[in-house]
Structures are given as C-alpha cells and as structure tokens.
C-alpha cells in the first residue's frame, strides 16, 4: 500500500512565482510547500527590470521597501543613434515632471529571491525534489517524486518555468522559439559606474544593446539578436563564454563608448547566452491553464520575449491574484469536504479568468514590440539606400500611427511609456472630436491605468453603481440592477 504526505498545496519551482505565490499564501495564513529540483536556491539570470504593477505586487507581499534601498528609480530612456554611435535623444518617463505613481527599478534576480525566502516560514522549500509525474486520485492530486515519494495535495500550481511539467500534464503546447536570442550580463564598479538613472539603448543593424544602472556600483546589460545576427557557432558560446564577449563587443563597436566599457568589464562568469520563447498567445487563450485544482502560473504559464519588460511582472501579478484567490477558498472555512473542493475549484477559476486575458495580450505585445524592433534595422537601412540612390528627401519615423483618436492617441502613449517613439498623422487641422461621451466599463479603465491616465480621468466622472429600467407602459423607473456582487 503506497503512503502518501497529505499537504493542502503544493507549488513546483522555487522560482520568482512559485515563492511569490508561497509568500502570498503565508501572507494570508495558508501553508504551502515549494518543490525545487536543485540542491539549494537556483539562480537563472542576473537581474530583471521591474515596473509599476511588479512593485505593487511586491508591497502586496511586504517586500517591497526593502527591495526599494538596493536599486535605482529610472527616470527615463537615453537613445543612441546608430549611425554617429552618440546618445542623441532622451525621453523622460515622468509626466511634468512628476511620476504619477510610476516605477520603474532594475533588481538583482539574486535580492529578489533571497527576500522571498527570508519571509518565509523554514520548511516551506524543500530541495532536490523533481517531480516525474502526477496523478489523481479522487479530487486529490498525487505527486510523484523523482525520489520515490508521493505527495497527496488538495492544490497543485506549476511554477516551473518554460519547461514546466504541471503545464504539460494541463495539456498546454510547449513554448516555441522566436528565432532571435539575447546575451546579458552584469558588471560591478567598485569606485561607482556615474551613469545616470536612466535605460541606455541602441537599435540598429539587427541588434539591441542597452545597460541600465541597478545601483551606484552595478550595471545590468542585455543584448538581443535577430536571425541573421546569431552566428552558426552560436553552441560554442556556453562552453567557452569568451566567444559570446567577444562577439558583443564586435556588435557594439559602433556603439557609444559607455556600452563597450561596460561590456568589456564584465567578468565571464557574469554574462550568460539564451534563446528567446514564448508561448503561442491562442494556446494561452484556449487552452487549460486551469483544471479543476490545477493551475499555472509564472513562466510555465505566460513565457514571453523581455521587449516590453512584463515577463518577471507579470509573474509577481499571478501570484498574488492566486494567492487571493485561493485565500477566499481556504478561508470560508466549511466542514464539508466537497464544498472546500468546489470554493477551489471555483477560485482557480477565478484566477483564470483574471490572468487569461491579460497573459494573452503581454505575450502579443512583447511578441510584436519585438518583431518592429527587430526589423527596424532592415526598413532603415532600406530608407537610407532609396535616399542615396534617389533625390527624394525623406523624413524616418520609426512608427507611423494614422488618426488621432482614441486608439491612435492610445497606442502612441503605450509605446511613449516603453520609450519608444511614435509620429501620429491626423487629417483634421486640430483635435477632432467626434460624439460626446462613451461608457467605459472595466477593461477599459485597466488600459487606461496601463497607460497612465486613469486615476486623472476618474476624478472627473462618476461611478455608475446599477441600471434602473423602466416600464414601457408606465413610463416609470419599475425595477433596478446593481453593478456590484454581495455589495461590492
């Protein structure tokens, strides 16, 4: 007869979202235990930039203050040109002046990791443990370690990464390849680097190159290649990282001289080489992200490309919505056992519903901000050969938005927040103002939030609570609906 240790959840990977997910749960006064499969505290990168929503979910958990005294508040973008090689332009992130609530920090991967776990209570990890497959019995999910033991859990959630086998067993596609791959680094200045707060960045020729401060005296680099940029040896580069340097430097020789020093001082064991993955979006958006008491979260639900930055956020955001969501499970306490399955089946669904969509459309955007980025090179390079070859004068914009209304005014402001540029072209000789008002209900107001006018516009409308309907006979107000559920 097979024993099993009954636990009410159990996360896989002792990552950024299965210890975040864990915290959250502690938080609320739940216990859980986190497999990881290494020996001790695995740490895969060297650090990631997190933005307004990532710092909200770190404050979520309390930790984010701490987290606040090791790194740097950016203030903006410095772009370089790819021709002189000399930062030519700057773009503030701030509005007037003022952040309005914006944040936008880069952090050690290491900080991150070891703040999580220092909040958490001792046991709840538990190293070397691999799973090998996982089964059911009943409403429970059994899960076999690689060890021989089996663990018995009312609650399973994968946090283990783009190779996840909790995904797998969901029946979710493995994330394919983009055919562009990315080299990053960290470097240290004992005396300070001096530079400013602010993301550095080069585009041109296929490659993106930029270096932002993570403090006074550490400096975080990336570097993304498309296609034709990664060269054949490419599998040469983890056994000997020196090529991967070298060939870095040769790709930032036209570059400003900030980015070659700061290549050049990174020691070999701090730059690491990977493709770039991401999850088809229609798998995420059809797909069983959730069954019954089985969910995904992090990586193994969303891998995206880093161009817009939200992979890292967007997974400190699964975990405290699937924290709350499996707080309100555990937490109407019932002595039924069939009831507390169907409240968690009901939250992960819950949790779905929230992180579907949203998983959906960061995967797209990255996926797209990339491929523009990507082809820059190219559609520039082409404008400058018709220029040489024809008389023609022309005018470059990178991105050319036609109509000045709400979608156009919208999509110029999202990509102004990523520092990207934008040129938009209205027919009409001013604003032009069609209609007078427009309802907009909460996917809207989440966008508006996104982009950073939402609080502004709030304060000069007013929340609609119900809908009162009237008679047709009458004339009168018969009957009414409210917005909310149980009052709120």
């Not at 020729?205 to 993570?214: A, N, S, W």
């Not at 907009?440 to 939402?454: C, E, S, Y």
Request: charged content about 25%.
């Amino acid at each position: 007869m097979e024993v099993y240790e009954d636990v009410d959840i159990v996360i896989v990977g002792a990552g950024l979202a299965g210890l975040t997910t864990a915290l959250a749960l502690h938080r609320l006064g739940l216990k859980s235990l986190v497999l990881e499969s290494s020996e001790s505290l695995r740490i895969t990168g060297f650090a990631l930039t997190l933005w307004t929503n990532a710092w909200k979910a770190l404050d979520a958990v309390g930790i984010g203050d701490s987290l606040r005294q090791k790194s740097t508040q950016m203030k903006g973008f410095k772009i370089a040109s790819p021709d002189s090689g000399l930062f030519v332009s700057e773009q503030a992130l701030d509005i007037d002046g003022k952040f309005e609530g914006y944040e936008s920090r880069c952090v050690k991967r290491k900080d991150l990791l070891e703040a999580l776990v220092k909040e958490l209570p001792p046991g709840t990890i538990r190293y070397s443990s691999k799973v090998a497959t996982v089964d059911e019995l009943d409403w429970f999910k059994l899960v076999h370690l690689a060890d021989g033991s089996i663990l018995k859990t009312k609650v399973l959630v994968g946090c283990d990464g783009v190779n996840s086998v909790v995904a797998k067993w969901l029946g979710l596609d493995p994330p394919v390849s983009v055919g562009r791959a990315a080299i990053r680094g960290l470097v240290e200045f004992p005396n300070g680097s001096g530079f400013d707060p602010m993301f550095h960045v080069n585009f041109g020729g296929g490659t993106r190159f930029g270096f932002l401060p993570v403090d006074d005296k550490t400096v975080y680099w990336f570097c993304t290649l498309n296609p034709s940029q990664i060269p054949t040896y490419e599998e040469d580069w983890q056994e000997n990282p020196s090529k991967m340097k070298q060939f870095v430097l040769s790709r930032t020789n036209k570059m400003p001289q900030e980015a070659q020093e700061v290549v050049e001082r990174t020691l070999l064991s701090s730059i690491s080489y990977a493709t770039l993955k991401f999850r088809l979006p229609w798998n995420v958006l059809l797909g069983n992200i959730v069954k019954a008491n089985v969910c995904v979260a992090g990586d193994a639900l969303h891998p995206m490309t880093p161009d817009i930055g939200q992979g890292g956020c967007s997974s400190l955001e699964d975990s405290v919505v699937l924290g709350r969501c499996l707080g309100e499970a555990f937490l109407n306490k019932s002595n039924e056992e069939n009831d507390e399955f169907e409240r968690i089946k009901k939250g992960l669904e819950k949790y779905g519903k929230e992180r579907r969509w949203r998983s959906f459309s960061l995967i797209s955007v990255a996926y797209c901000v990339g491929f523009m980025q990507e082809s820059k090179g190219i559609v520039m390079s082409y404008m400058r050969k018709v220029d040489n070859n024809q008389s023609h004068n022309y005018e470059e914009v990178d991105i050319t938005i036609v109509g000045a209304g709400i979608a156009g005014l919208t999509t110029a402001l999202a990509l102004h927040r990523l520092g990207l540029r934008s040129l938009v072209l209205e027919s009409s000789e001013s604003l032009r103002v069609t209609g007078f008002a427009l309802t907009l209900w909460t996917n809207a107001w989440k966008a508006l939030d996104v982009v950073g006018i939402g609080d502004t516009l709030r304060q000069k409308s007013t929340k609609i609570t119900g809908m009162k309907m009237a008679s047709p006979d009458t004339g009168l107000f018969t009957s009414g609906q409210p917005l909310d559920k149980d009052g709120k």
